[in-house]
């Protein structure tokens, strides 16, 4: 089997799944008016989708980005600078090398938007840490075609170390589906910080698969902002003991958008730590879809793992649904979970506007005091540039 052959297996996978509908559980609170087979129809049956309102803020971004070591547009690479340390190859080039891994990651895909990205496995790219290493890397990911599909796979190898700064963009009237996947082996860390944008009369999808083996880390933060409906699924497979993950993520939502985040913390071993804590800032009548799984096995003895959902209702029209689980097959383990909604506080903005600051720069005070935990623990450079 090559990539042309996980190509074609994903296109007739592709055509016998079925569009996301009310039916599908894993789909529950989403739009299906833009996810269902009405919103995505046009995107693959039309070469020029009408161009919605653009993002100011992604503009000012883009064009900040001109040095970016790696960039992958509508799927296809572009490789500025290899830092010391790393290797970066196209996913054929890394094939020959990694091709159990390649078709595991590209054939684990199950769903419509996910198993899209799989038919072009031969897109992208394969990002190697080597042993011992430390590297840095700058990475933006743009999506202007109708329709634009792009993957990555990162291999930490042993003790090595990666700080990953990625920025997405996702343009009016383009369907964007974004494929990622990290394998940290022993003793690996990855300090991760993304932001993600988008326009108008554009829909972003992103799933990112994480396997963690024995004292590996993860720090990673993810802030979103734009007009567009996203769905981004974040799966961590903890495999290893001695893992310790956190995973933090800030949404901020405005006009009719909906923000879904489906995410899985799952243990397979003992002795290992998570921590996953999403904030959503929701304004006019958006709203944030977020559904969130802590799975601990029999065998993962002494886990500990925690996720919270807490949203900041900016209008009396948003609107936050959470659905924490937690499916514990384990007796001795440290597991819980939190929600809460709430508005911003009255007494608050009394005493801002006191002081002459007009409502809407209060508001935007308190969403950023809101957001700042998220990128507390990853260290400055890797903060600034996300936020």
Known sequence: MDLSDISNAAKK???????????????????????????????????????????QKARLIKEGLGG????????????????????????????????????????????????????????????????????????AVFSNAHISAAGAYFLLKKNSKLRLNKTSITFGGSLSSSRFGFELEEGASLEYAQAKFSDRAALMFEREDFYLGDSSSVVDAMSQEGLADSRSERNF????????????????????????????QIHRVGSSKSNLAVKAALDDSSALAFTGLVDVC??????????????????????????????ICANDVECSHGC????????????????????????????????????????DGLKLRAL
Not at 34 to 52: C, E, I, R, Y
Not at 132 to 139: I, K, N, P, R, W
């Open 237 to 264: 497979n903890i495999l290893g003991r001695g893992v310790s993950l956190d995973s933090r993520a800030f949404i901020k939502a405005s006009g009719d958008t909906v923000a879904d985040l489906r995410t899985k």
């Open 340 to 379: 809460a909604v709430a508005e911003p506080d009255a007494e608050e903005l009394f005493y801002m506007r006191q002081r002459g600051l007009p409502l809407d720069i209060a508001r935007e005070m308190i969403v950023e005091s809101f957001a700042a935990t998220t990128f507390a623990l990853l260290p």
């Open 13 to 55: 996978a592709f055509a016998d799944i079925e569009f996301p509908h009310r039916k599908d559980e894993y789909w529950r609170f989403a739009n299906l008016k833009a996810w269902g087979v009405d919103g995505l129809l046009p995107f693959f049956a039309s070469s020029q989708p009408p161009k919605g309102q653009p993002c």
């Open 68 to 139: 970016v070591a790696l960039t992958l547009s509508d799927g296809r690479p572009g490789i500025l600078k290899v830092p010391e340390g790393a290797q970066i190859m196209t996913m054929g080039q890394a094939y020959a090398a990694n091709a159990r891994r390649l078709q595991e990651f590209f054939m684990s895909a199950t769903g419509k938007l996910d198993m899209f990205e799989a038919t072009r496995a031969g897109d992208g790219v394969f990002v190697c840490i080597e042993e011992g290493a430390s590297v840095e890397l700058d990475m």
């Open 298 to 327: 029999e065998q993962a003895q002494k886990t500990q793992a925690y996720q919270s959902c807490r949203a900041l209702l900016l209008n009396r029209d948003a609107l936050a649904q959470a659905s924490p689980i937690l499916e």
